[in-house]
DNA sequence: GACCAGATTGTCT
DNA sequence: GACAATCTGGTCA
């Protein structure tokens, strides 16, 4: 069940007492699947009109520019991932099934246009915001699965080209969970080419993690 | 829990 | 005009 009103209220105080700086743009200046599996365990911060919310980040995806036949920019750039093709550090915002949207960091080189596609993440702050957002009440649905974690985010296309080494939209340097040897790979979710490569990477067990969580669970 | 169909619209060919 | 880096609710087991 869902956390009782004393036990999430502290659990945020601790939260905000932990969140640290923004990583800075060498972070991102990496081999993409690096990035992408130096993300998980890290906090993502969103500071909006309705306050901040934060969470811990637990699934991402990574896509490999013009070398990836599963990544918008397989075909070259246009006007949709025009931001892939920039400076890393950046947020890569784009709108899918006529309803959702989906987060993504720029990775690597300018011109490379990789990118991790932020898929999961544990809510840590501001939990009621993202609650009324989503319509949800229970916590380990509010960010399971990219188009929940954009929508309990408050993230949408004015979110795009966002410099995330910056407020409003952020990640920690700190790592408040390193889960340790719980870090699991497998092939992406929701494509149909290039499903062999292990480039999504995941808390093992984790109940806020969407699609196969490799391992038990009940 | 697993499987399936329907929703809904920006973007590209 | 076709499709999409998805989600939800329904049905069946």
Redesign the pocket.
Known sequence: MSLGADASTTAEEEARRTLGNPLPRDFYDRPVTRVARDLIGRMLVHDTREGRVAGVIVEV?G?RGEADP????F?GR????AV?FGEPGHAYVY??????H?L?LVTGREGVAS?V?LRAAEPRIGIEIMRRR?G?SVLE?LAR????LAQAFGLD?TRNGLDVTEPPLWVSDRRPERFAGRIGTSSR????VATERPWRFFVRESPFV?GPRGGL??
């Not at 246009?78 to 991932?81: G, I, K, L």
């Not at 709108?95 to 959702?100: A, N, Q, R």
């Not at 979710?189 to 149909?192: A, L, P, S």
């Open positions: 995806e896509y599963a990544s918008h920019a075909r246009t006007r949709r991932n892939m709108f899918t099934y006529g309803m959702h989906c993504n990118a596609l989503r949800v649905r699965g990219p188009g929940c296309l979710v929701g494509i149909r969407s669970r009940r």
